[in-house]
């Protein structure tokens, strides 16, 4: 653990790149790279994929769409560094596209790496769980973290923008913090008390919402016990930064060593999930579930269907990519087999449900291929997760593949859409 966070903080300190699109340059310095497995399978035979492309098509053009993606999965979603690009060049490919920055955890309080692109400052004693710790156990949301506060009085300060491809990408003016409002022990207040004031409080999704009276982009809290009770505590288990947007938002949801029966854990994962009607949900978990010996394929499939069904309780309309995990090392020693019997699981489900695949475990060359990967300096010694490069690649064959299936599925000039979102 203590190595996968040192490397997480080292990805965090790298100066960020322009976010220059890589594709067109590197493909002969890198030909184990299957190059021409870069496409989303399947998605020709789901009509939420072409309900999709058209409403991605007229927020291209300039018009007025509300679009929400929800991309899932373990530590590769959780640094957020892929899934921001994609980000970036989704809410930056026309003048309209800008959504908000929607839903986000405050890692740094719960003692584990947070994305670079907002800021995160606190006080006062946290302590951290995730719903992938085993002997962790606590109340879970979407998010399947939570930072649990026992104390007097702490103050948080969320900065939307950090390290991002654009300055100001964000500003909000409403606020919601997901937390344990089944219970009275704490009250949530805000530093300038006449820029706030509350709206609603759900008491099924656990969430208080605040309007404010401008838009910001920053705002500080302070959470604050008000009864002195035995065992008085707060948890934390998310944050959602609003406005008034159309254009894209990208959800990203993910917890270090994350699997699907990890999130199974996550009580309240259902009640906050269907508070949204996502219109792409990308499932990039099964890294974790594929890594140790005892993996389970059948246990796999069924919650992998489980997942899907409750992304169409959402929104039956929702068109949803299922994402191969990525070639591995167990415990650096030996390249791992099993990733093999969960990309054929996942084939498997897709076709039954109608789904699309990135199979990124072809596009990376296959059994093994993680190794030239390494010595490429595309991935670090662990072999599991990538270097900055590395998921820069991985972020612009997503895009790459995307557009043109997007491009395909409305008949539009090869190309056409792909030019214009990297040269924005």
Request: some cysteine.
């Amino acid at each position: 653990m203590h190595n996968k966070l040192s490397f997480f903080l080292w990805l965090l300190t790298m100066p960020l790149m322009a976010q220059t699109y890589v594709l067109d340059t590197i493909q002969d310095k890198y030909p184990f790279v299957n190059w021409k497995a870069n496409t989303i399978k399947m998605a020709e035979n789901s009509s939420a994929f072409k309900k999709l492309y058209c409403k991605l098509d007229t927020i291209a053009k300039g018009g007025q769409e509300k679009l929400h993606v929800f991309h899932i999965g373990g530590s590769h979603i959780q640094a957020d560094i892929y899934s921001n690009r994609l980000r970036s060049y989704l809410q930056t490919m026309s003048p309209t596209a800008k959504g908000q920055r929607g839903f986000i955890y405050p890692f740094s309080i719960a003692k584990t790496n947070n994305p670079g692109n907002y800021r995160v400052e606190y006080d006062g004693q946290w302590s951290g769980y995730r719903c992938s710790v085993r002997k962790d156990s606590v109340a879970w949301g979407l998010s399947g973290v939570t930072a649990v506060f026992k104390d007097s009085i702490a103050n948080i300060k969320i900065k939307v923008n950090g390290n991002n491809y654009h300055k100001k990408m964000y500003d909000f003016n409403r606020i919601r913090i997901f937390y344990d409002n089944w219970t009275s022990d704490y009250e949530i207040s805000f530093k300038q008390d006449s820029l706030v004031s509350k709206v609603n409080e759900n008491k099924k999704a656990h969430f208080i919402e605040f309007a404010l009276h401008k838009s910001v982009e920053e705002i500080e809290f302070c959470v604050r016990k008000i009864e002195n009770i035995e065992n008085a505590e707060f948890l934390m288990m998310g944050i959602e930064l609003m406005n008034d947007n159309n254009g894209i938002e990208y959800t990203s949801i993910g917890v270090n060593g994350g699997s699907f029966s990890y999130y199974d854990r996550c009580r309240y994962f259902e009640d906050q999930l269907l508070l949204y009607k996502p219109d792409l949900f990308i499932v990039s978990v099964g890294t974790n579930d594929a890594y140790h010996p005892d993996f389970n394929p059948e246990e796999y499939k069924k919650y992998y269907t489980e997942l899907i069904q409750l992304i169409q309780k959402a929104n039956p309309d929702c068109a949803v990519l299922l994402t191969v995990p990525n070639d591995s090392y167990y415990k650096k020693k030996i390249p791992n087999p099993r990733t093999r019997v969960a990309q054929k699981i996942i084939y498997e489900v897709a076709k039954e449900q109608q789904m699309a695949v990135w199979d990124f475990y072809e596009i990376m060359g296959g059994f093994n291929s993680s190794q030239n990967w390494y010595k490429n300096k595309l991935m670090p010694s662990d072999r599991i997760h990538f270097t900055v490069m590395g998921y820069r690649i991985k972020a612009d064959l997503l895009l790459q593949a995307l557009a043109h299936s997007w491009e395909s599925e409305l008949q539009l000039q090869p190309n056409s859409i792909l030019n214009q979102i990297i040269n924005e």
